[in-house]
């Protein structure tokens, strides 16, 4: 079967930096999105890895290494605002989004 | 990033009416939409996918004559929750990207169904 698999809850110090590791069993692999989602809200995209390396955008960053079925997306001097849940989610060869169940981030002051 | 749009954000429904959503995709052409559902504290559930002119792929154990879906145009997809029943009350969200079938999708606001 297909899977993904992220912590179901992370907490966090404002100004801190803190990592959601996201690891995946898919049927092929065509790229890996990272997602913000806050609570009663629709998901805004993050970013898109396809090839491994770490992609930087401001104070997120996410890394993807494939021959390991492993990302993880960095966030860096955390704010309130960042509290949220983060949603991993991998195109498989068919083009299908699988999902994982997000991992909800706790910032405290 | 691209803009898409749903309408209504909130909808209150009697059990047994008919409720329609639409999605729209304000500043690119969505060559392919799609509808998903979430229940609280739970993860995106993909209801079905949909191109433009074409009928919807729905998910195993999605009603397709329950949860109509109408692609119309590279804009515009709408979903109608026919007969709607209080187990149908959820969070709505529909997402569209472009040409490309790597494409990132973007996320309409999503729409909270409540059925009494």
């Known amino acids: 079967g297909q899977n993904i698999d992220q912590p179901t809850e992370m907490t966090a110090t404002e100004g801190a930096i803190v990592q959601i590791n996201c690891t995946y069993q898919t049927s092929g692999f065509n790229g890996l999105f990272w997602y913000q989602q806050h609570a009663g809200e629709a998901p805004t995209f993050l970013s898109y890895n396809v090839l491994d390396g770490l992609e930087e955008k401001g104070r997120f960053s996410s890394f993807l290494s494939r021959s390991k079925g492993y990302s993880y997306l960095l966030l860096k001097e955390l704010q309130m605002k960042d509290s949220a849940s983060y949603l991993c989610?991998?195109?498989?060869?068919?083009?299908?989004?699988?999902w994982g169940a997000g991992t909800k981030l706790i910032i405290k002051p | 990033g691209a803009v898409v749009s749903q309408h209504p954000s909130w909808v209150i429904c009697k059990s047994g009416t008919s409720v329609k959503i639409e999605c729209r995709s304000l500043d690119f052409q969505a060559t392919t939409m799609f509808w998903y559902r979430q229940f609280p504290k739970q993860s995106l559930m993909l209801m079905a996918t949909?191109?433009?002119?074409?009928?919807?792929?729905?998910e195993q154990g999605v009603e397709k004559d329950k949860f109509l879906i109408n692609h119309a145009s590279l804009t515009l997809s709408t979903l109608t929750v026919t007969s709607a029943h209080p187990e149908d009350s959820s969070f709505y969200i529909c997402?569209?990207?472009?040409?490309?079938?790597?494409?990132?999708?973007?996320f309409g606001p999503g729409t909270r169904l409540l059925v009494l």
């Open positions: 997402s569209g990207s472009g040409l490309s079938k790597q494409e990132t999708q973007y």
């Open positions: 989610a991998v195109m498989n060869s068919n083009y299908q989004l699988i």
């Open positions: 949909s191109n433009e002119g074409s009928k919807a792929t729905y």
